[in-house]
């Protein structure tokens, strides 16, 4: 095990108190209770998300709802995380060198993490547990179920892994530097440890696991109008599936051009650095436009960017649509704004070649955690949209959200 010596000077101050294996944890930890969250609230306002994304249901109503068992996974994960922390914190006490000594505890806890998703859990239900691990495994290679499997749950799985592109490649490096006999992955991250290709690679597969996904379904329409002779009015030809998976290839322009820059020889690929970094901030704009709109357009179903005519009928509130399950308009508008900033943000985070920098470690677990709490609400509204689709509009005696405050929009 390193001694420590070598990195003592090196390691920055927010790495001392979270070293990178414990950001990794932390992030996935808050994820899980994200998505309780997620259940919790859309089941108060009457959104069965199950349902949307055929999970299967309780079999008696004496069983723990969804949400409650999305939080007893979340406090098992939890509960060892804190105490790992403050070991770790107790026996380091912020020295540089007993840091890297003591590794094995941090990754410990990913193992302990490991098994707690994979391994049988007693008060989680045995159906559900492996109906997660089947989806797991069916998206881990850009597979994607059928409408009446449960193809939207597929989709927001595979969507969430996007926002965990680089906590995935610091999980890499972690484990690469906990294996290496040169460095402590409680040290200084090393983001070459393991060559150029691994981490730039490991940050894109679920974009490439999204990418095929779209393709899968748009070869589906396809083959559905082929068997029936005409163009459905409901799917069309598939280019939606397309521009889909075209706004999911602009991701790989950020990272390879993130990867090329971070190359002791950027001169070598025949480009200037000031010409690469030109390269990479075009194409970090394109990225964060095409996933803003998208976000906007086509996961919430939002008129922002449609015609003057659509967007600015009297129907409904400026820049948002007839159907709409939340009460508040101004939740609508704050999540586009939201949108906005933080997809810039996470798109230049998907650069590694920012990382190299110490000071800014906090930074960048600052931003991942960003990037979850962007997911996080992106959840609320992707998931109203499709309830929206499935129902067109909530039941005029519905408690939801805002009706202390505001009244029910007439045409809903």
């Known amino acids: 095990m390193d001694d420590g010596s070598a990195v003592e000077p090196q390691l920055d101050a927010f790495s001392r108190v979270l070293p990178l294996p414990l950001r990794v944890a932390v992030i996935i930890v808050a994820g899980v209770w994200a998505w309780g969250l997620n259940l919790h609230y859309l089941s108060l306002i009457k959104i069965d998300v199950p349902s949307l994304i055929r999970y299967p249901s309780r079999s008696s109503p004496h069983h723990p709802s969804h949400h409650l068992s999305c939080y007893r996974i979340a406090t098992f994960l939890s509960i060892p995380l804190v105490l790992c922390l403050l070991l770790f914190w107790t026996l380091t006490r912020g020295d540089a060198k007993a840091v890297a000594v003591w590794q094995m505890l941090p990754n410990l806890y990913l193992l302990l993490l490991l098994v707690g998703f994979v391994a049988p859990i007693p008060f989680v239900s045995r159906n559900g547990r492996t109906r997660t691990l089947a989806t797991l495994k069916r998206i881990s290679i850009g597979g994607i179920a059928e409408a009446q499997d449960g193809k939207f749950g597929d989709i927001l799985l595979a969507d969430a892994l996007t926002s965990y592109a680089k906590v995935l490649g610091d999980l890499f490096i972690s484990l690469c530097m906990f294996f290496s006999s040169k460095h402590s992955s409680t040290g200084p991250p090393n983001r070459n440890c393991g060559g150029g290709f691994w ?148 798109s230049f985070k998907l650069s590694p070649h920012l990382d190299h920098f110490n000071d800014l470690e906090g930074g960048i677990f600052m931003m991942e955690a960003l990037e979850v709490f962007r997911r996080w609400v992106w959840i609320f509204f992707r998931v109203e949209c499709e309830w929206v689709r499935n129902h067109r509009g909530p039941a005029p005696d519905d408690i939801l959200l805002g009706e202390m405050s505001n009244k029910y929009d007439e045409e809903d």
């Open 199 to 346: 981490v730039p690679f490991i940050i894109s597969i679920p974009s490439l696991i999204r990418l095929r996904q779209c393709l899968i379904e748009f070869f589906r329409v396809q083959n559905a109008n082929r068997r029936t002779g005409q163009i459905s009015p409901g799917t069309g030809w598939g280019g939606v599936h397309l521009a889909n998976a075209l706004k999911y290839s602009s991701a790989f322009p950020v990272i390879i051009l993130s990867a090329m820059q971070r190359s002791a020889e950027p001169s070598k690929f025949g480009l200037s650095e000031a010409s690469l970094f030109r390269l990479w901030l075009a194409s970090v704009f394109v990225n964060s436009a095409y996933s803003f709109y998208w976000d906007v357009a086509r996961d919430w179903d939002l008129t922002l960017f449609s015609s003057v005519r659509e967007r600015d009928t009297p129907e409904y509130p400026w820049g948002l649509r007839r159907h709409r399950w939340f009460h508040a308009k101004e939740l609508y508008y704050a999540a586009i704004i939201m949108d906005a900033m933080l997809r810039c943000t996470w």
